[in-house]
């Protein structure tokens, strides 16, 4: 047994593994030692000392009412903490811990986003081996469960639901990259409960008794992964105590085949709800978000991060968008009734947990009372004969209704917010409440005219009647007549100027009332509960209303932005076409003077290969194609003039990898994986975009990785492609891949020759680009003068001299005297170099592919544009001594004899005796 507050603090501290622990010690609630100082710190707390038992301690405390925004900000910081409460005992008082709050099990939040507690299990680890995930939001009363195929499509799942807090089973907890990735990009707090929580039949049992085996059944769920995830995430919420689990309420069983792949990768780097540098500002939920409601902006998020490939269902947003696009008057109204919609969704859960107080509860009418306001704004207008007025009808409107009087006759018009207070429940709702009410006015009545009573029947004057917390009801009168005083009164006290009395009828009033105070508290208290219960058994009908609302908020605030940016219906098109006509992107089109540009993927030109100078517009233009495609999607207007947008399966992204370097993998190996995933996961029926594969490796290694891929993207995956690259030699690919195409984002570069003079035009021209302008982006970034000077002399020089220069393919390809179009190439196969005009068409592909083939480096041996090496593009020397191209004639009359050389007919001695010759050239010429 405890001895002292600090002593009892401890104790209980020890029965919990959470991080703090908050005490309430009468009107407050305490942190003690270490828990003091910490709390101290984050919270800006006063920390006082307590002694006890001879020791002192820092103490930190919050008023009882005050706690909720506290704990809120703890939990944000990734703390858990423990919450013990204050109970009557009778011998004095005692204290439990009676809930523990997590950031995934905070039902008190106030952010519009979800907050989803996420639980993640593995099959017995092995590699193939599916991942079973689960999603709790305890503030909506949602529970999603899901199996994902292997760890990148586990991450692409926890990156769309961004939980706050995730519960990795026994077999991830030793994935650190998994859980190192979750710290870093999603900040997560990652929480270890127990394993066995994870074990299956324990798990199975959890979700039967929360759902039930119906509703187990009935969603379909029979695999093991999921169950697991789900029983841990269940007993987990249970375990944090105060009913919370109670607010967990739908069960959804999700697969992925009516929704767009977009992983992880993709929804970063197409800055889907936060730009890459992470901050929400600048990304494409950010800009179309005008939504006007938490629960509308919450499910405009679900729908941009998961796009559908449902015709109908898309069909029918893009129907509603167009209609309330067409009618502002009535979208202006509609909007602004639903601002004074409350957060349904938030509220069921509230009361299902029994945490809803008075107030809640008319937040609830009042919504509810939004639903026949809904409809009257539509009914009469164009928008009667849209799916607008579909998705207001869709909810149990009559039993919404009535639900909605309920509350109305039962709750008073302005309660207390605390429910202990009385005064919550409405007069003419109960009868025994009324008689209660009336009896306790009645006794009031009596008591605030005795005064005046007294005054009248005995003559006195200076009469005063008041309650204070030592005397209760008393008689006040002043000194000059107190000896005038019946003699029933009994004097209590006196004080300078008066004395006060009682009398036995005042103090049979007086307990009278305490009786009849004490009861309506009880039974106003038990009235408001089965009232809360009622709400809380309606939780299904307020999540339907709450989802009207929510989707009608979202349908306005998409059809907002296309009235206010010009923004037009897409027409949905079979797989495999994509015909965007004076395309934009949705994000810059916002902040620049964006230059609109056309895009065609169809059958026979499934492939696009984007070049142009750096800074020009590529990635921008593969990106707005994507960001179309995927708003198509979700059933949103587009940023073109007119659009066809073929229905995609996925949607995958390669673009730069920045923020993966703090993971400790490299730039080139993240690149490659990224491609790996790509090339096994896209199918003909997906959009891929690649900007700049293979750049992040020796040159000749990138051609060779970035030309392959095309291959295999080309020839066996057949998905829509636009892939961006500086490799001029890919685009030679054209020639050879019937499906692949060229385009190119076209400058005016003035005479031609000055890099330093270029023109960005935005525009997207078919066929290849030859140059990159490198040194013109130097500039512009700021490159000092004389670096930027020297690097137009070194390529001016570079150019002259023709130096081994490479030149994209099917521009007139080449004679090796000739200008601008040279490509040489290593052929393995006679083991010479050849220029495009000696060597023909067997220094395209084929050349590529028998490189690769053999198991060699893939030596496609050009040095690209030379004006790579200074505009950033090429990665440099490659080992292979070629950081100069300006080969010398003297090495390269050796290289040929080099070639020319058959080993196999020249004698050995002559072999060595050329050998020599050779090295004594080659040292001569250094
Ligand atoms: N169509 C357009 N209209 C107006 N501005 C544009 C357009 N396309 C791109 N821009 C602007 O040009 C800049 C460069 O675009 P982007 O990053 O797409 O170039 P890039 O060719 O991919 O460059 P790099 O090869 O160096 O990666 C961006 O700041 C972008 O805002």
Partial sequence: MATGIVEEFLELKSETDAD??????????????????????ELDLTVSQKSSHGSSYPMAGVPIDDLTPYLKALVERGRRVAVADQYETEDGHAREITRVVTPGTLLETTDAEAQYLAAIVREEGADGDPYGLAFADVTTGRFLLTTAADAAAARAELYRFDPVEVLPGPNVRTDDELLDGLRENLQTTVSLPETASFEPGRAR??????????????????????????????????????????????????????????????????????????????????????????????????????????????????DAVEALAAAPIERDHLREILTDAYDLERLAARATSGSAGARQLLSVRDTLGLIPHLSEAIAGTPLADSPVAAVVDAPDRETAAELRSELDEALAEDPPSSVSSGGIIARGHDAELDELIDRHE???????????????????????????????????????????????????????NSKRFVTDELAEREREILRLEEARSDLERELFGELRDRVGDAAALLQDVGRAIAELDALCSLAEHAAGNDWTRPSLAEPGELAIEAGRHPVVERTTDFVPNDLR??????????????MSGKSTYMRQAALITLLAQVGSFVPARAARIGLVDGIYTRVGALDELAQGRSTFMVEMQELSKILHSASEESLVILDEVGRGTATYDGISIAWAATEYLHNEVRARTLFATHYHELTALADHLPRVENVHVAVDDGDGDDDRGVTFLRTVREGPTDRSYGVHVADLAGVPDPVVDRAGTVLDRLRQEKAIEARGGNAGLADASGDETTQVVFDLSSGSFESDAASGSGSGPETMREATETGGPAEALTDGDPSRGVGGSDEGADGSGRTDPAVDPEVESVLEELADVDVEETPPLELSGRIQEWQRRLTDGE
């Fill in 205 to 318: 049992r959890a979700v039967r008794e929360r759902f039930g085996t119906e509703t187990l059944d009935s969603v379909g769920l029979d695999s093991e992964p999921p169950i697991r995830a789900a029983g841990a995430a269940l007993a987990y919420v249970e375990g944090t105590g105060a009913g919370v689990l109670a607010s967990i309420t739908r069960l959804t069983v999700y697969g992925s085949t009516d929704r767009v792949e977009l992983d992880a990768t993709t929804q970063r780097n197409l800055e889907l709800t936060e730009t890459i540098r992470g901050g929400e500002d600048g990304s494409l939920l950010a800009t179309i978000d005008h939504t006007v409601t938490n629960a509308g902006s919450r499910l405009l998020r679900e729908w941009l991060t998961r796009p559908r490939r449902d015709r109908e269902v898309l069909e029918r947003r893009h």
């Fill in 442 to 496: 009645e006794a009031k009545r009596w008591i605030d005219t005795l005064a005046e009573r007294e005054k009248r029947d005995h003559g006195l004057s200076h009469v005063t009647v008041d309650r204070n917390k030592t005397d209760g009801y008393y008689v006040q009168v002043g000194k000059s007549v107190a000896d005038q005083v019946p003699e029933h009164y009994r004097e209590i006290k006196t004080l300078k």
């Fill in 601 to 614: 993927l169809d059958e026979d030109r499934g492939f696009l290969i984007v070049t142009g100078p750096n």
């Fill in 20 to 41: 703090l622990l908050a005490m309430q010690c009468g009107d407050f609630y305490e942190f003690f030692a270490e828990d003091a100082e910490i709390v101290g710190e």
